[in-house]
Structures are given as C-alpha cells and as structure tokens.
T-cell receptor
Framework: GEDVEQSLFLSVREGDSSVINCTYT??????LYWYKQEPGAGLQLLTY?????DMKQDQRLTVLLNKKDKHLSLRIADTQTGDSAIYFC???????????????FGQGTELSVKP | NAGVTQTPKFQVLKTGQSMTLQCAQD?????MYWYRQDPGMGLRLIYY???????DKGEVPNGYNVSRLNKREFSLRLESAAPSQTSVYFC???????????????FGSGTQLSVL
C-alpha cells in the first residue's frame, strides 16, 4: 500500500463530522473506494467513486475527489460511536492483461469516536 | 448466504512448519485474492486468481503458494513458515465484468497467524 497514503489515526467527538483523507498516485485509476473494517472482521465496501466525478453523497457519507491533486476524502456527518473502525481507501489498477479487479489499499485510518 | 468463508480463524505455528489456509466463496465470483494485513501497512496483495485455472503474484508473494482448486476455492500455503509471516490473512472475491462493480471485493473474516 505504499502508493496510497492515509494518516493512521483520527479522533472525533460524537455528533461532529469526520474527514478522512487519502492520496493516491496512479492517475489511470478508474475507481476509488472506501472500505470499513470493524474490530475482528474483514473489510466491507462503504462507497466508491468513479474517476470522472468530483463528489458522491450517500446519506451521511460524502466522498470528494480532486483528480488533479490525486486526493480523495471521506466525510462522515454526525459521527456516531458505531462509526469507530478502520477506514481504508483503495484505488483500482489495471495493468497488462489483468482482467481481475486489483485494488491497492492505503494503510488505513483508525477512527475513534468519543461520546 | 455465507459469502466468503476462511478457515482456520486462528493458528500458531513454529518456524519451519507448513500449513494451508482455506478459502471458499458461494457467490459464483470469478476472481479471488489473498491479502495480508500488518499494522501501519494496510493490506498487501499476496496472490490473486482472475479466473478459475489462473493465478498471479501480487505485491508480496515470496514464501507463499496458492491453488485455485475450482471456481469456489482458493487456498494459500506456507511451505516453511517464518516469523515475518505473522500477520492477519484475508481472502476476498469479486465478480468481473460490471462497470465498477467488478472491483467490489467481498472479504472473509480473516485468519490470525502467529509464527514463533
């Protein structure tokens, strides 16, 4: 995951907004993803954005994409204690004849929500 | 609907021992993957199988082998375990062909492996 960078920790108070940031390097990436990992579990897809979009909103989640700066962010409005988890951004890679969906993940940001 | 099932959930090995991690998916997905997760390093791809009968190396394949036994099953083998292979291992699967949806990965719950 060295090509996709995230800060490791974020702490917010319940009810505040959380913003998790990510930078990526491959300008040919067609899709960028946010995955959520709860303790002791595998990753689950939270949302994704196509590279020709600037923004995508899904209930409390807003994804912003700045393709020029290769910067992706995930905003969680009205953060709840149940949002405490590790959040991974990932970019898709297609190289050569690879037809499988190969994702490169960031290091993950651990979000801690304090009551 | 079980999704992606991994076994075992926990394993402790001594250096030099071998073991196979099993993974099965019931979603009729074409592609399957093995990742390892280490603190501060995110997920790194070990091997993947884009379709039944094919396997390819990912970022960190050394010390591992894989077998795509059939469309459902994709196993990861450690022939001679080393302490550096202490990690949490995740299997994942995805279908191919959809616009964007083909890269939606479904993950198993992970195998925590310790090599002493």
């Amino acid at each position: 995951g060295e090509d996709v960078e995230q800060s490791l920790f974020l702490s917010v108070r319940e009810g505040d907004s959380s913003v998790i940031n990510c930078t990526y390097t491959d300008s040919s990436s067609t899709y960028l993803y946010w995955y959520k990992q709860e303790p002791g579990a595998g990753l689950q897809l939270l949302t994704y954005i196509f590279s020709n979009m600037d923004m995508k909103q899904d209930q409390r989640l807003t994804v912003l994409l700045n393709k020029k700066d290769k910067h992706l962010s995930l905003r969680i409005a009205d953060t709840q204690t149940g949002d405490s988890a590790i959040y991974f951004c990932a970019e898709s890679r297609r190289k050569g004849s690879d037809q499988g969906g190969k994702l490169i993940f960031g290091q993950g940001t651990e979000l801690s929500v304090k009551p | 609907n079980a999704g992606v099932t991994q076994t075992p959930k926990f394993q402790v090995l001594k250096t030099g021992q071998s073991m196979t991690l099993q993974c099965a998916q019931d979603m009729n997905h074409n592609s399957m993957y093995w990742y390892r997760q280490d603190p501060g390093m995110g997920l790194r791809l070990i091997y993947y199988s884009a379709s039944e009968g094919t396997t390819d190396k990912g970022e960190v394949p050394n010390g591992y082998n894989v077998s795509r036994l059939n469309k459902r099953e994709f196993s990861l083998r450690l022939e001679s375990a080393a302490p550096s292979q202490t990690s949490v291992y995740f299997c994942a699967s995805s279908s191919t062909g959809g616009a964007g949806e083909n890269e939606k990965l479904f993950f198993g719950s992970g195998t925590q492996l310790s090599v002493l």
